[in-house]
């Protein structure tokens, strides 16, 4: 186990993220990169922006208050480390997101306000299910919570936004790709430090997969909620594409919002399955009411 | 373009410029460039007779246990930070303080030891664990200005006190890695500083209140330095300095006893 801790520690991080694939990004994208004028021309899209951000918010803050709240839990030092380069990644994309908020014309005195209106109450509730995991201490569920049920939403959900943005806004493509490559670190830890974890306190299984359960039926509220508020907001993103752009077999500028909430639905579960499997646990498909 | 003068800022433009990540990337990028774990990779592993050996490891365990203790003192408080300005900066340190940690066990097994957490666990300082017990308390009663004080004053001043003054007769490898880690310190003391400052000044109240906490801790860290220095093997009529110089930093941070 030290051996595979040993590529998470913070000297690597260092390295490959600060020093790495970050160096001379300001927020994120290039210093002179600015969000595109026809988004502040189209107040469908503008709203659309501004609501699909506040969620990235919402998410990141709950990762933030989850990897800081587990490192007191966490049973090594290495595990401590590692946790601690998460907590800051975390830090960092609630910085860029909300700073997006900004660069999108929301006050910062009205940027509670704005989240508060925006902020998808299924995906309020699926942070919850975590942070109650994560207040008691609770280390095996909440690296499972955070780093494969959480981090394995946010990494398909930005793969879809950065396919979609790539065209006509490679600013936030470009501050997309950087969380993505974070993204991929954190599932990678989770999924190498539990793995033996589970083995070692299998009583732990039932407890787990309830939580995988109820976590994956919010999330998927959360995407049925998104896609349907925003048809108007969607329509105008497509009417501005030129071309056809491509995301697991589905043209993002021809679906319709429910072919887009099936195709990323689908991802994401399926990267769950795998995920999951690779620890020793079952995917627990939730009731659908 | 002219490089951004945080001080020319008005004070929440300060706040939201000093309390990012930008902000910290960027005044970390200067020292710990080119300095894998703290230090020039360059840098010859120093000749220690056994008893200089055997002072430094202890003494660097219980650097390990007060890095510890700041890592989980300042990671816990994320979650209950007033704002998100406090929550970025306190990410900040939770990273500071893991790389102060990685940066020590690094320097430990360097010097031959080869489980370093078992002689953490067999070395560290007891007066330290006891700071830790009443700080992990303040932290789960989400008391912020208690657990801000006992984590980015008293505990911060006591570090950048006694690594400061362990710099000037480390051998040089040592002294890199601790000047490192002073610069850091004193970033943390002055989010320490500068928060409760504030609040001091809206709430005078609040002053004794910290009083009372500072006497319950200033004992351990006392202590802390004593076991710290017969490590080291400081003669003992030297030993108050440190004390005093803790002592008369917190006070200069404006919180006397």
Redesign the interface.
């Known amino acids: 186990m030290a051996d595979f801790l040993a590529a998470y520690s913070i000297q690597n991080w260092l390295e490959s993220c600060p020093q790495g694939y970050l160096e001379g990004t300001e927020y994120g994208h290039e210093p002179n990169e600015r969000e595109p004028a026809l988004l502040f021309d189209s107040p469908a899209l503008l709203e659309q922006a501004i609501q699909s951000t506040v969620q990235l918010v919402v998410g990141e803050r709950c990762a933030l208050a989850a990897s800081s709240g587990l490192i007191n839990a966490a049973p090594d030092h290495e595990s401590k480390r590692f946790l601690a380069t998460q907590t800051l990644d975390e830090a960092r994309h609630v910085e860029i997101f909300t700073q997006r908020l900004y660069d999108l014309g929301v006050k910062k005195d009205a940027l509670e306000s704005t989240i508060e209106h925006y902020a998808n109450p299924h995906l309020v509730r699926f942070a919850e299910v975590l942070l109650e995991k994560v207040d008691k201490g609770d280390f095996i569920a909440g690296v499972v919570g955070q780093n494969i049920v959480l981090e394995g939403m946010a990494f398909s959900v930005f793969e879809m936004m950065k396919a979609s943005s790539e065209q006509l806004n490679p600013k936030f493509a470009h501050t997309l790709a950087g969380t993505i490559a974070d993204e991929r670190r954190h599932v990678g830890f989770g999924e190498n430090r539990i793995g033996s974890l589970i083995v070692a306190h299998p009583e732990k299984k039932p407890e787990v997969e309830k939580m995988q359960k109820d976590m994956s039926y919010h999330m998927l509220a959360t995407f049925s909620l998104a896609f349907s508020q925003n048809a108007d907001g969607f329509a105008a993103g497509q009417k501005l594409a030129s071309g056809s752009r491509e995301w697991h077999g589905t043209d993002l500028t021809t679906a319709s919002p429910e072919q887009l909430e099936a195709v990323l639905a689908d991802t994401v579960l399926h990267e769950f399955k795998v995920r999951l499997g690779r620890i020793g646990l079952e995917y627990q498909t939730p009731a659908i009411s | 373009m002219a490089p951004l003068d945080p001080h020319a800022l008005d004070s929440?433009a300060f706040l939201e410029e000093v309390h990012?990540?930008?902000f910290w990337?960027q005044a970390?990028?200067g020292y710990?460039?080119e300095r894998?774990?703290g230090h020039r990779p360059d840098l010859p592993e120093p000749e220690l007779g056994d008893t200089e050996r055997e002072g430094l490891i202890t003494t660097l365990c219980s650097y390990c246990v007060g890095e510890?203790i700041a890592?989980?003192g300042a990671?816990?408080m994320?979650?209950f930070a007033p704002n998100?300005r406090q929550?970025?900066f306190?990410?900040?340190q939770?990273?500071d303080?893991?790389?102060h940690?990685?940066v020590l066990?690094h320097r430990l097994l360097a010097l031959g030891v080869t489980d370093p957490?078992a002689e953490i666990a067999r070395r560290g300082n007891r007066n330290l664990l006891a700071f830790k017990r009443r700080l992990?308390e303040f932290v789960a009663g989400k008391d912020w200005e208690a657990a801000l004080f006992a984590q980015n004053v008293i505990l911060e001043c006591m570090e950048f006190t006694v690594f400061q003054s362990h710099a000037r007769t480390a051998d040089p490898l040592t002294r890199e890695v601790l000047e490192g880690i002073v610069v850091d310190e004193r970033r943390h003391m002055g989010f320490g500083e500068n928060d409760l400052g504030r609040r001091l000044a809206t709430a005078p109240h609040v002053r004794a209140r910290l009083a009372e906490v500072r006497k319950e801790l200033d004992p351990l860290v006392l202590a802390t330095f004593e076991e710290t220095q017969s490590a080291l093997g400081t003669p003992r009529a030297n030993r108050s300095t440190l004390g005093r110089d803790y002592l008369a930093t917190v006070e200069r941070l404006g919180f006397d006893a």
């Open positions: 929440e990012s990540f930008e990337f970390v990028e710990l460039s894998p774990y510890t890592l989980e990671s816990s994320v979650g998100r929550k970025i306190l990410a900040t939770v990273v303080e893991a790389r940690l990685e066990l957490e992990l």
